[in-house]
């Protein structure tokens, strides 16, 4: 079985995995990351969304072996080490954009990512086209997209950062 190495959340990890390992079972069934939800298994839902190298991706479509030498963030990951909630999260909280909260985590992770590639700013309508490929069932969308409106400028010059 091929060994794969890749730093998540700053700790390096060396694991051996099968061929055909999603980068979704790595984190959950190996490392015991289960912030990082399976929804959907077929990329529609988005609960499964981590940080890949920078850039926002569904790890139920991509292969832990695609993620050798990859540096991977998930949501366990965004809270810093003395549990202050990373500033999307505390907005997130502010605002009650989440109810059973299992999209809560790909749905964060993707809000970071789209305030990243959007540094000017963001419009209503822009965040929630932003957000065409994360599913909630429950809140109607209206306090996520409040949310993230709050959280954008405070992310303006701040990157998830993550202690190697």
């Known amino acids: 079985m091929p060994l794969v190495s890749l730093t998540v959340n700053g700790t ?3 694991v051996e995995v099968e061929g055909r390992t999603l980068l979704v079972e790595l ?3 190996q490392l015991g990351l289960t912030g990082t939800h399976v929804g959907c298994d077929t990329s529609q839902c988005g609960a499964c969304v981590v940080h890949v190298n920078g850039e926002s991706v569904k790890s139920c479509t991509m292969l832990a072996v695609q993620a050798d030498g990859a540096s991977v963030l998930t949501i366990e990951g965004l809270a810093a080490p003395d549990g202050t909630l990373h500033p999307m999260q505390e907005m997130f ?13 790909g749905m964060v992770m993707s809000a970071i990512d789209l305030v990243q590639r959007h540094p000017e700013g963001l419009t ?20 996520i997209v409040k949310a993230i409106a709050a959280a954008a400028p405070l992310l303006q010059d701040k990157q998830p950062v993550v202690a190697e």
């Open 93 to 105: 909280r502010e605002h009650h954009a989440l109810q059973c909260g299992f999209c809560t985590p």
């Open 12 to 14: 390096k990890h060396t």
């Open 124 to 143: 209503e309508a822009q965040i929630r086209h932003g957000l065409e490929g994360n599913l909630c069932r429950c809140t109607g969308y209206h306090n």
């Open 27 to 29: 984190l959950r069934e």
